[in-house]
């Protein structure tokens, strides 16, 4: 249990793959190989142009020393040549862009919308406006929406089956841009209207990306499937009356609930962070949201405003650029490493160089090594690097309280002592892992034994929650986690074995081949047992205590707990998220397409997901974290490497590519331009 | 008295030119002329082609037609020639593209900066560090700065005369922009780190421009003078002691005073938000700061968020969706277009058909017509173009009361009835003008008898701050007006004809010439004068009303009287107070440059100012308003103009070529560019 529960708060959300990185090509400049050849051309161009001219000329290098070469032989009219050629390219290049230019500009006229459409026949829903009451607590219930009739397409949807996804994070998108348009009526149910691309938040907190570039509006997402947003907070589900009650204030300040009904119900609210019992976080800045990023902006140069000024004493000038880390996780060590830029890069440039001497930057972390759930080396390479660029790293320490200005925390020393230190502070990031929403806790409570784990809400490995009527509810992303209790179904896979031996499932001996029976059963329920169950014979000689040459109960009782014990529930992070997300999408439009035949054969009711699409499995692709001026690339088992510039470069082309649109890819490559030319922000707004 | 202080309101802080606008030039695609010469060139190859091939080939045309004429008479070798040269054209320019991004590249890497620069010998000057106290109140003063020994430049400062900047607007930045770095050690106090493009505020409510693309970090401006920045805000002034008082809150929420030394004073604080003595400002929203921007962003997407409900009434919606702007100057229209640009260009494909029908957009002004300071026409145009955008313009009504949920109005009828209204608003601009800021109430108190208007701090026209020793203070932009008192100095007009004549200036009789010098002595001291002092001898026999040929002091000063009334007060604009600011730089550099002159000449004492440098003289550029798909442009004098896309693009382009950094410039372009490809951000964060 422990054990889960670390590796689900180490993984975090952020700095994971989502796609294979591109192998990162920097080409240099010349090559000695491509600099013989242009000397060997040269010297063959002297030898052939004295005695017969060329009918076609060789190729030619545009360089000052080629042209006086040539200058000794036919002078003006090689010479004249040249520059033409030069001048028509140079042309023909300043064409180009004009054009695209001028191109621009005329569609740029034709975005500007001069009329209102006239809309005289506008139809809504008489529900929309009036909303009939009921479910258990009697609140309106959205049956229709205020653009059910807008449109043809929208029309059509009345009688699709009605799919309601709570939360607008990466597995929602994920789900969102995979799905089908036409086979469900989609409504999506957030309180934030936008798709935040967490991983690179903390370049956000510096000004190194603009807060517009890392956000995506959700309704355009939704758009994709013509599906309906509502702006609000999902509080209960209602399991049987198909109903999720959601809150939102109203415009008189009043909470108001109202219900939303489901045919299908992804949940995916994310979580929150976690206080780890630790007094004093409103002390603390975190990073969750875009807000976070804003005023995380502000408190920093704030900071740096305050230690300007003359009635600021020594004591507190030194405290105000003390900033405090609180976590060695990829959020941890990134907003390390770009508050570390910052300084280094822009601070210089407008504050006093006092300043830049007497900023100090702290990493608290609990484990022995930030970004622990890397590859040792790849912590290694982070740490030293820290350690070159004056960032403090604070290995096995555990912060035990914040005050408003210094925090306290102990230090395990190498012989086992702890020390208690205290460490004067401006700023304080808390980023130490989640914890669950108070929305899943109340679904939790509500579904009892089925659902055991305090951290997440259990789903099975085909994603339904547990506890709920099968195929109608299903949980993805942080919020979640899927259950690979094998030796629990250890029953159910006996009972095919068990009926075709007529025999009781507890007393039956396996031999071989029925072992493998078995194995192929657990492999396809857990996909993520796969790996365990790869030498099947061996196995089965290793537990097969009595050398019977068959396994009884027991001895596969033993085998598969043991199993279990080995599997790790999935890291906390965006790429599980959008695995989850786009093995929903893929499920969903083969259940819809599936849906009239498995009516006509009488299946609705059994294990219709089952039959129909296989179960989830989760790939690693690795993980990427940015450390200062260099990243380091995590690919799993043993495999991965840092650097520097270049895989910064590498490190900013997986996410540009992994980013949620085109917009988002814009605006970043945007940002990054901007901080070349211009620097980071220095202001706060 | 009044005049002046309506012209002061009326013309607020926007929508001015500061430059003289380009002719806008947008070249169609083909003219009728070039498809002639196209056909003609065409026939005339057909001609030659055939008997003999012309050694150089005349230009061609990439177009199909063309190559399948051309296929007739010598095809494969002449296409291949086509095909070939497009190729290299393109190549070509793919090429040139593709070396701009590598050399972006490599620019790129070269700003990442990888090691602290060691600053071992850092000096900190001891009075930084521990500030001595005095002063009145027995404060800190800032008589050195942490960063006094950072460099060479900065050493040389020390000695300089301290210029000090109050406010870091469009006054003070034209101030810094246009100083020579040489000459000062100046220091701006601001309690904002950024400068604001103030006239392109409203683009930014509603996303089609970003927020840090309208501002600048004020150090990077201050960098070029070598200053330094304070932020602080300015509480008060000891114009005997030559000190500004400060104060800002330190890190321990404590109110924090202390002196800052000048021997140069330039006030330019701006102005706050005129309340006009109406109740409920609170549920109104302003427009003065990029904060105010976010804010208001956010409340109109929340508001249409909340239309969406089920739980809202129609009632509610209609209320919510009903938009009221308060003042119909350029600000207020402005946002009135942006406004409905979003709901129009934007709202329309995310939000349901309902919303956009619901939508009322009203503007009430308290004058005849919108954009009163411009031509009647311009205004015309812009009423009209808000009746057909279906924007409800309520002119002569001035609001009494803004409530949560509606706003109260008296509306004058053109019989010249009142009538009371009230209508239910969901969102409310205040944009009525501007009134004096509490640290100019506190100088002008300070000053008393000197100081008689109570809007703005009064300066003579070399904007020397009224009642404070000559030379030490100036004041520009917002909070500062220029006094035109004509008539107040006839006695130090007269002074010197006495002096000739032997007698007492009040029983002097003025010949005509003695009048023309009167004249030029005006028109030196009060240059905004001279358009009324063209036809002297006209004057001259309209006022000699004893036809005496002379005119004596009674009629001289009924003249001036008579000029005075006509003059009105210079407009509170942003073109204003950047004239100013230049105005002030090239006074203080030819100051610094002539200083060693004067002192050997012992006139230090005197009117230094007057002897080194003209009276400061407004030059009305013109002013612009954004309306909504076109745009109205006023040069004065009745000249102007109002059109639709195309003076857009020219409205953008004049505030484009004033933004205050090539940085703002890039980012403002590339937002217009997001605006074409993306639309605006329907999020609030």
Same mark, same amino acid.
């Given at each position: 249990?422990?054990?889960?529960?670390?590796?689900?708060?180490?993984?975090?959300?952020?700095?994971?793959?989502?796609?294979?990185?591109?192998?990162?090509?920097?080409?240099? !400049? /010349?090559? =000695?190989?491509?600099?013989?050849? &242009?000397?060997? $051309? +040269?010297? *063959?161009?002297? #030898?052939? %142009?004295?005695?017969?001219?060329?009918?076609?000329?060789?190729?030619?290098?545009?360089?000052?020393?080629?042209?006086?070469?040539?200058? !000794? /032989?036919? =002078?003006?009219?090689?010479?004249? &040549?040249?520059? $033409? +050629?030069? *001048?028509?390219? #140079?042309? %023909?290049?300043?064409?180009?862009?004009?054009?695209?230019?001028?191109?621009?500009?005329?569609?740029?006229?034709?975005?500007?919308?001069?009329?209102?459409?006239?809309?005289?026949?506008?139809?809504?829903?008489?529900?929309?406006?009036?909303?009939?009451?009921?479910?258990?607590?009697?609140?309106?219930?959205?049956?229709?929406?205020?653009?059910?009739?807008?449109?043809?397409?929208?029309?059509?949807?009345?009688?699709?089956?009605?799919?309601?996804?709570?939360?607008?994070?990466?597995?929602?998108?994920?789900?969102?841009?995979?799905?089908?348009?036409?086979?469900?009526?989609?409504?999506?149910?957030?309180?934030?209207?936008?798709?935040?691309?967490?991983?690179?938040?903390?370049?956000?907190?510096?000004?190194?990306?603009?807060?517009?570039?890392?956000?995506?509006?959700?309704?355009?997402?939704?758009?994709?499937?013509?599906?309906?947003?509502?702006?609000?907070?999902?509080?209960?589900?209602?399991?049987?009356?198909?109903?999720?009650?959601?809150?939102?204030?109203?415009?008189?300040?009043?909470?108001?609930?109202?219900?939303?009904?489901?045919?299908?119900?992804?949940?995916?609210?994310?979580?929150?962070?976690?206080?780890?019992?630790?007094?004093?976080?409103?002390?603390?800045?975190?990073?969750?949201?875009?807000?976070?990023?804003?005023?995380?902006?502000?408190?920093?140069?704030?900071?740096?405003?305050?230690?300007?000024?003359?009635?600021?004493?020594?004591?507190?000038?030194?405290?105000?650029?003390?900033?405090?880390?609180?976590?060695?996780?990829?959020?941890?060590?990134?907003?390390?490493?770009?508050?570390?830029?910052?300084?280094?890069?822009?601070?210089?440039?407008?504050?006093?160089?006092?300043?830049?001497?007497?900023?100090?930057?702290?990493?608290?972390?609990?484990?022995?090594?930030?970004?622990?759930?890397?590859?040792?080396?790849?912590?290694?390479?982070?740490?030293?690097?820290?350690?070159?660029?004056?960032?403090?790293?604070?290995?096995?320490?555990?912060?035990?309280?914040?005050?408003?200005?210094?925090?306290?925390?102990?230090?395990?020393?190498?012989?086992?002592?702890?020390?208690?230190?205290?460490?004067?502070?401006?700023?304080?990031?808390?980023?130490?892992?989640?914890?669950?929403?108070?929305?899943?806790?109340?679904?939790?409570?509500?579904?009892?034994?089925?659902?055991?784990?305090?951290?997440?809400?259990?789903?099975?490995?085909?994603?339904?929650?547990?506890?709920?009527?099968?195929?109608?509810?299903?949980?993805?992303?942080?919020?979640?986690?899927?259950?690979?209790?094998?030796?629990?179904?250890?029953?159910?896979?006996?009972?095919?074995?068990?009926?075709?031996?007529?025999?009781?499932?507890?007393?039956?001996?396996?031999?071989?081949?029925?072992?493998?029976?078995?194995?192929?059963?657990?492999?396809?329920?857990?996909?993520?047992?796969?790996?365990?169950?790869?030498?099947?014979?061996?196995?089965?000689?290793?537990?097969?205590?009595?050398?019977?040459?068959?396994?009884?109960?027991?001895?596969?009782?033993?085998?598969?707990?043991?199993?279990?014990?080995?599997?790790?529930?999935?890291?906390?992070?965006?790429?599980?998220?959008?695995?989850?997300?786009?093995?929903?999408?893929?499920?969903?439009?083969?259940?819809?397409?599936?849906?009239?035949?498995?009516?006509?054969?009488?299946?609705?009711?059994?294990?219709?997901?089952?039959?129909?699409?296989?179960?989830?499995?989760?790939?690693?692709?690795?993980?990427?974290?940015?450390?200062?001026?260099?990243?380091?690339?995590?690919?799993?088992?043993?495999?991965?490497?840092?650097?520097?510039?270049?895989?910064?470069?590498?490190?900013?082309?997986?996410?540009?590519?992994?980013?949620?649109?085109?917009?988002?890819?814009?605006?970043?490559?945007?940002?990054?331009?901007?901080?070349?030319?211009?620097?980071?922000?220095?202001?706060?707004?």
């Amino acid at each position: 249990m422990l054990g889960r529960r670390v590796a689900r708060h180490a993984g975090l959300r952020r700095g994971q793959l989502l796609a294979p990185p591109p192998r990162p090509k920097l080409s240099t !400049t /010349t090559t =000695p190989r491509a600099t013989t050849t &242009l000397t060997t $051309q +040269r010297q *063959l161009y002297f #030898l052939t %142009s004295k005695p017969t001219r060329p009918t076609t000329p060789p190729p030619q290098f545009f360089s000052p020393s080629n042209i006086r070469s040539l200058s !000794t /032989t036919k =002078p003006p009219r090689r010479l004249k &040549l040249v520059i $033409q +050629r030069s *001048l028509a390219w #140079l042309g %023909s290049s300043v064409l180009f862009v004009s054009l695209g230019v001028i191109g621009f500009f005329i569609y740029d006229a034709t975005t500007y919308v001069d009329h209102i459409s006239a809309s005289g026949d506008l139809r809504i829903p008489h529900l929309a406006l009036n909303p009939r009451r009921g479910g258990p607590k009697n609140l309106p219930i959205l049956e229709e929406y205020l653009d059910d009739e807008d449109d043809e397409v929208r029309k059509q949807q009345k009688d699709k089956p009605r799919l309601v996804i709570l939360g607008g994070g990466w597995g929602s998108v994920a789900l969102l841009k995979d799905l089908n348009p036409d086979h469900y009526h989609v409504t999506v149910i957030s309180p934030t209207n936008y798709f935040l691309f967490t991983p690179m938040l903390p370049s956000a907190t510096v000004g190194t990306l603009g807060l517009r570039s890392l956000v995506e509006p959700i309704r355009r997402v939704i758009a994709g499937v013509r599906g309906r947003f509502v702006r609000a907070k999902a509080e209960d589900v209602d399991f049987s009356a198909r109903l999720v009650e959601v809150s939102q204030v109203d415009c008189h300040g009043v909470d108001q609930r109202f219900y939303v009904p489901y045919d299908k119900l992804v949940i995916g609210v994310g979580s929150v962070t976690n206080p780890h019992g630790v007094k004093g976080l409103e002390h603390c800045h975190f990073l969750k949201d875009i807000d976070d990023a804003r005023q995380i902006r502000n408190k920093v140069i704030q900071n740096l405003e305050l230690a300007c000024l003359p009635t600021t004493t020594d004591e507190d000038r030194k405290r105000l650029l003390s900033f405090v880390v609180s976590g060695g996780g990829p959020t941890g060590v990134e907003f390390a490493a770009e508050l570390y830029d910052l300084l280094n890069e822009d601070l210089i440039q407008m504050f006093p160089r006092l300043l830049r001497n007497e900023i100090s930057v702290h990493l608290i972390q609990s484990r022995g090594h930030i970004l622990n759930t890397y590859d040792e080396t790849l912590s290694k390479y982070a740490e030293d690097r820290f350690a070159r660029d004056q960032v403090d790293v604070l290995t096995n320490s555990r912060v035990s309280e914040v005050k408003e200005d210094s925090i306290v925390f102990t230090q395990k020393a190498p012989d086992g002592t702890v020390i208690t230190k205290e460490l004067p502070m401006g700023f304080c990031l808390w980023s130490t892992g989640v914890s669950q929403a108070d929305f899943c806790k109340t679904i939790s409570k509500k579904l009892g034994a089925a659902q055991t784990n305090r951290h997440a809400l259990e789903t099975d490995t085909h994603l339904r929650l547990n506890g709920t009527p099968l195929g109608d509810v299903y949980a993805i992303g942080d919020c979640a986690t899927v259950q690979n209790n094998v030796a629990d179904h250890i029953v159910s896979f006996l009972r095919h074995l068990a009926w075709k031996h007529g025999t009781d499932p507890e007393k039956l001996s396996l031999h071989f081949s029925d072992w493998r029976n078995v194995a192929e059963q657990v492999k396809k329920k857990f996909p993520q047992a796969a790996n365990h169950l790869k030498r099947l014979d061996k196995l089965f000689e290793q537990y097969d205590a009595d050398q019977s040459g068959t396994l009884d109960f027991e001895e596969l009782t033993e085998l598969l707990k043991q199993i279990d014990s080995k599997l790790t529930s999935l890291p906390a992070t965006a790429q599980r998220a959008h695995q989850q997300g786009q093995y929903l999408a893929h499920k969903f439009n083969k259940l819809a397409r599936a849906a009239s035949g498995l009516r006509a054969n009488d299946i609705i009711e059994g294990d219709v997901d089952a039959a129909v699409y296989k179960a989830f499995e989760y790939k690693h692709l690795g993980s990427l974290a940015y450390i200062g001026n260099s990243a380091v690339f995590d690919f799993g088992e043993g495999r991965g490497f840092g650097g520097g510039l270049w895989a910064v470069y590498a490190w900013r082309s997986i996410y540009f590519a992994q980013s949620v649109s085109f917009r988002t890819r814009v605006l970043m490559a945007m940002d990054w331009g901007k901080r070349a030319l211009f620097g980071r922000d220095l202001m706060s707004y």
